[in-house]
């Protein structure tokens, strides 16, 4: 909790970073550049003008009313304080959210705030702009979408993504424009100035599908993760490709139906793949910079996680640039960097990158939503036509289905574990439809499609429709369809290593039966990706502990190692550190303080019920040792994240030099202590642990409480003797081992091998010996030798937790879009898009 | 071959009763068989661990071990075969034949119960029904072989962490004089209750005819 507090802390400083950028680099981009040298010579003139009046009138202001030279900035940040002053407000009441979900929740505040501006200008001044949104708003969502993306699910299901993503996304955008032309040719909607090809067109914006309040009711629900990553992964490529469809109409919109012909549709269709895949590719090529970039960052670690928000960024536009498809390149760079990147990246950066994007990502998400109900309130956009939307609702949904059903239906046939009747259903009435859509909407062109504004006030009724209605209905409607949960497994060594027998197995029994199945491929890529790939784009050191059984072994070591201090503070961390075998643990903290914040996992680690966290409180009142667990997996013992116990530290161990320095530093945050420093502690350690082991008897009787489970930790409190002798052996031996390797390495052995004389076949005499018998490779090397390694392992290694990733609740997800369509965002409009998220018009 | 191929048509049809695959399945699987034999009537170790494809896998012992384990082959028995013909080969590969799609829950558990059975047979290679640390330990080392940069000392310190994890979740307390022997079988189904295998431990046999990738 303590690491996710202070990572917050750190954050609030992106947060103020986002809110600056936005406000720095839209009056350069928006304002035209005339407007800025106006600008200049406006406050050059009220200077020279204060200035004379300064000569001229004899008093000098001391204050004085400068509004307009931060009028913008100031609407912007005052704008984003807003909306997220909403999201405050939603999550005030939790029971609130949790039937209605809060994106249905923030568009309502969004009608509150639109009707007070209408009551107070008699107009709309502020609505989403397309720009802005296409620009500043959605980029930082996709960016943490995908980069948050559980890769080896994604991956492993990427067929059946791309085919709904794709095929799907067609399906729907074609089926829903023609069969509204035929109901319009059928006198169903009286008479419109639409051709069959602006159906089409807004065939393709409807088609877009948002899923942020799907993917919040399937975090509660924990749907399995087939399911999720079928809805998540499709609503992110659908966006990119929803673009590009729309794009391609458009372009067909502007040509005018009489001069399409055969050829003009296959330049369409290729444009269409040319542009979908180009993206794709350049995102690739983007997460291949990012990742060699962040092998030589070492040294500015400060900024290390800027580079992949900016080089994100960069990909972004770079394909908005060369009119590829914005959306997918900034989702393929984020999916195939974050390996390579949580490798080579300290931890402590790559925490701040992903509390930074989740910063971003949600705090555009909730001024995306409050926009949307603002921009409701405005008469303008409002041409009521019932059997338009009535008919475009009763379209997408029924297509959806159908197109889902279909699909799946052809997708099965292939699999080796169809999809379930009810998690299609569910895949079909999770079609929300978003921001993207509305963005789309916004940039028609009136001069091209009269109809704009029907088109735009259906678009917004179907999102209203569909987030408030479906997303408050998702909930029941899952569980009462009983959709298949997810397993919530713990993280434990055994499920990975056997999870990796499988896998092998699986790859073995393929080969034997001459199949090239997924195991063949994954085996490959796995084999290709070791050789070159790794060695390209990833630090060596972060290869070596670049295997998720090592990384689980580590968490858990990490895990153990946090318990034991908690239960030692609380139980008073004085008597603590006086205790005869506190030495170490001390130790452990001292090392621990440069990792203290590095733990990206520690968040999502709380979430897992290691089953030590709460018991031992009680067992620890009564044992010297609080939880024995910590040095049966604590083999290479260090770091303890804990910044409290720093101080105590400080003044029983050792002097500190860092008591002279400033605690501020410029680029540095939370330096870490230095070698010397470390050494010596460790050496102290070491010695104090010797003594106290000599004075212990060699025969030690094994403790009474091994046990790393809470209800059998219960179970010993009663036999749990404060004042037992042996108590302390535990860490003692362990400790001693590694530090006096040669003085007494062998009396263990020997004491071990006493005791596998009972044990021929050589089990395991109690739990609490195994770390006497084996010294692990990290436990051999001192640690200030392999803290760095130990370090990268750790960013390695969370993608090895036993848990989806999307657990970390604040995960919403994407929804994307594609802004080439900003293409018709045209230069009047341009003129005033200084606000992200909100704008006046001066129409 | 192509005579015996077409009198095999009746035996295919027991071999379906048996194992649950199609005859279409069974002859695909035939001839795989028969090319990885070399046209002999039994298949030895040997003709696997010749196979380039396994040369890569770092636990292929123990799985070129469990088809000659004469416990997967439903014999009462314990011990080891020296060849095994088609119809073990077969039954073998029926633990990795996916489950159908809508199944009740019991027959879930034995489909389950069975895979697990067959994970813990590979690991359990003295055949006494308990995975002894020795035992663990070397399925760890030979995982983490292919990393090449994990040392013997790392995946001993994590066999033995895993074995602890075991022993902690399943036995609890310990007396002081109480010996560990290992893993048991309810002990190992017990830990990896949360893994869906039943799920994951399936390869697609299909019933087209299969290509032939590397020898």
């Keep these: 909790m303590q690491l996710k507090t202070s990572a917050m802390a750190l954050l609030r400083r992106f947060a103020l970073l986002l809110a600056l950028l936005i406000v720095f680099n839209t009056p350069c981009k928006v304002a035209a550049l005339e407007e800025d040298i106006a600008e200049v010579g406006y406050s050059k003139s009220t200077a020279t003008e204060t200035s004379s009046n300064v000569t001229t009138i004899t008093t000098l202001p001391i204050v004085i009313w400068k509004w307009h030279h931060v009028e913008t900035p100031y609407l912007v940040a005052l704008w984003i304080l807003t909306c997220w002053l909403c999201k405050l407000v939603c999550e005030l009441n939790h029971s609130f959210t949790s039937v209605i979900p809060e994106s249905g929740l923030l568009i309502m505040m969004g009608f509150i705030l639109g009707g007070i501006v209408w009551g107070a200008d008699k107009a709309q001044t502020f609505k989403l702009i397309p720009v802005n949104f296409f620009y500043y708003l959605l980029p930082q969502i996709v960016l943490d979408a995908s980069y948050c993306m559980p890769n080896k699910l994604f991956f492993s299901n990427l067929g059946a993504i791309l085919v709904h993503a794709i095929i799907g996304t067609c399906w729907n955008a074609g089926t829903v424009g023609v069969a509204l032309w035929a109901c319009y040719e059928w006198g169903a909607m009286g008479t419109l100035n639409i051709g069959p090809l602006q159906f089409l067109l807004f065939g393709a914006l409807m088609s877009a599908v948002d899923p942020v309040a799907v993917i919040a009711v399937f975090e509660e629900v924990h749907v399995n993760e087939v399911l999720y990553i079928l809805v998540f992964g499709e609503s992110l490529l659908n966006d990119g490709v929803t673009v590009v469809l729309y794009n391609v109409f458009d372009a067909f919109v502007s040509l005018g139906g009489p001069k399409i012909n055969a050829e003009e549709i296959i330049k369409g269709i290729i444009s269409f793949f040319v542009v979908a895949f180009g993206g794709s590719f350049l995102g690739v090529v983007f997460a291949i910079l990012i990742s060699m970039l962040t092998r030589v960052t070492k040294n500015v670690q400060v900024i290390e996680a800027g580079f992949i928000i900016v080089l994100g960024y960069l990909s972004y536009l770079t394909a908005e640039m060369l009119s590829l498809s914005a959306i997918l390149s900034i989702t393929f760079c984020g999916v195939c960097c974050q390996k390579y990147v949580n490798a080579n990246m300290d931890e402590k950066s790559v925490t701040t990158l992903r509390y930074s994007l989740k910063v971003l990502a949600n705090g555009s998400e909730t001024m995306i939503f409050v926009f949307l109900g603002v921009s409701a309130i405005d008469k303008n956009i409002w041409v009521w036509n019932t059997g338009f939307i009535l008919l475009t609702i009763l379209f997408i949904i029924v297509f959806r289905f159908m197109g889902v059903f279909f699909l799946n239906w052809l997708l099965n046939m292939n699999r080796l574990i169809p999809i379930d009747i009810t998690d299609q259903i569910v895949m079909s009435y999770g079609g929300l439809r978003g921001a993207v859509a509305y963005g789309l909407a916004a940039t028609l062109d009136e001069a091209k499609i009269p109809e704009k504004n029907l088109m735009l006030g259906t678009t917004l009724i179907v999102v209203y429709f569909t987030v408030v209605l479906q997303g408050i209905t998702m909930k029941p409607f899952v569980q009462w369809l009983k959709v298949k949960k997810a397993t919530i497994s713990d993280l434990t060594l055994n499920g990975k290593i056997n999870n990796r027998t499988f896998e092998h197995t699986l790859t073995a029994m393929e080969d034997i039966c001459g199949r090239m199945g997924d195991n063949w491929w994954t085996r490959h890529w796995k084999n290709f990706e070791d050789k070159y790939v790794c060695w390209l784009l990833m630090k060596s050191d972060a290869r070596k502990q670049n295997d998720n059984i090592f990384g689980a072994f580590h968490k858990l070591n990490l895990e153990d190692a946090k318990n034991y201090v908690t239960v030692g503070e609380r139980k008073g961390s004085l008597a603590f550190i006086r205790n005869d075998d506190n030495a170490s643990v001390d130790f452990k903290k001292k090392l621990a303080l440069e990792y203290a914040n590095g733990m990206p996992d520690m968040s999502d680690m709380s979430e897992y019920d290691f089953g030590i966290d709460n018991v031992p409180v009680t067992s620890g009142m009564k044992n010297q040792i609080p939880s024995v667990s910590l040095d049966i997996h604590e083999q290479d013992s260090k770091r303890m994240p804990d910044l409290n116990a720093h101080h105590l530290l400080e003044q029983h161990l050792y002097k500190s030099r860092s008591n002279n320095r400033p605690t501020y530093s410029r680029s540095h945050y939370k330096e870490s202590e230095n070698p010397d420093e470390m050494q010596e502690i460790f050496q102290r350690t070491m010695r104090s642990r010797l003594e106290s082991f000599k004075s212990a008897k060699m025969g030690v009787k094994p403790s009474k409480k091994i046990s790393k489970h809470p209800k059998k930790d219960s179970t010993h409190k009663p036999n749990g003797k404060p004042a037992d002798p042996n108590r302390i052996y535990p860490y003692g031996d362990e400790d001693f081992e590694f530090s006096a390797d040669s003085a007494s390495s062998s009396e263990i052995a020997g004491n071990f091998r006493r005791r596998s004389t009972n044990a021929p076949a050589a089990g395991v005499d109690n739990p609490a010996f195994i770390p006497e018998m084996d010294t692990s490779a990290p436990m051999r090397n001192p640690p200030w030798q392999t803290e760095t390694a130990i370090n990268t392992a750790v960013a390695a290694s969370q993608r090895a937790q036993g848990r989806l990733p999307w657990t970390p609740t604040n995960l919403r997800s994407a929804r994307s879009t594609d802004s080439i369509a900003m293409a018709n965002a045209s230069a009047d409009e341009e003129a005033h898009e200084e606000k992200p998220g909100k704008h006046h018009t001066r129409l | ?215």
């Design chain 2, 1 to 215: 071959m192509g005579a015996s191929q077409s009198g095999r048509v009746p035996e295919f049809q027991d071999l379906t009763d048996k194992t649950g695959f199609s005859i279409e399945q069974l002859k695909n699987l035939h001839n795989r068989f028969v090319y990885l034999t070399q046209d002999e009537d039994t298949l030895r170790r040997e003709h696997l661990e010749n196979m380039s494809d396994l040369a890569l896998n770092p636990i292929r012992r123990q799985i070129i071990e469990a088809f000659f384990d004469s416990r997967n082959l439903g014999q009462k028995e314990k011990g080891c075969l020296q060849e095994i013909g088609f119809e073990e080969f077969v039954t073998v590969l029926a633990f990795f034949k996916p489950p159908k799609p809508h199944i009740a829950e019991e027959e879930r558990k034995t489909i389950k119960k069975e895979k697990l059975r067959f994970l813990f047979n590979m690991h359990d290679t003295d055949n006494d029904g308990v995975i002894t640390l020795d035992e663990y330990r070397r399925v760890v080392e030979e995982l983490l072989s292919s990393t090449e940069t994990l040392g013997a000392e790392t995946a001993k310190a994590i066999s033995d962490a895993a074995m602890l994890e075991v022993a902690s979740e399943t036995v609890g307390q310990m007396g002081p004089d109480e010996f560990y022997e290992g893993i048991t079988f309810e002990q190992f189904m017990q830990i990896l209750k949360d893994i869906e295998i039943e799920t994951k431990m399936n390869v697609h046999f299909w019933n087209l005819e299969t290509m032939h990738c590397g020898k």
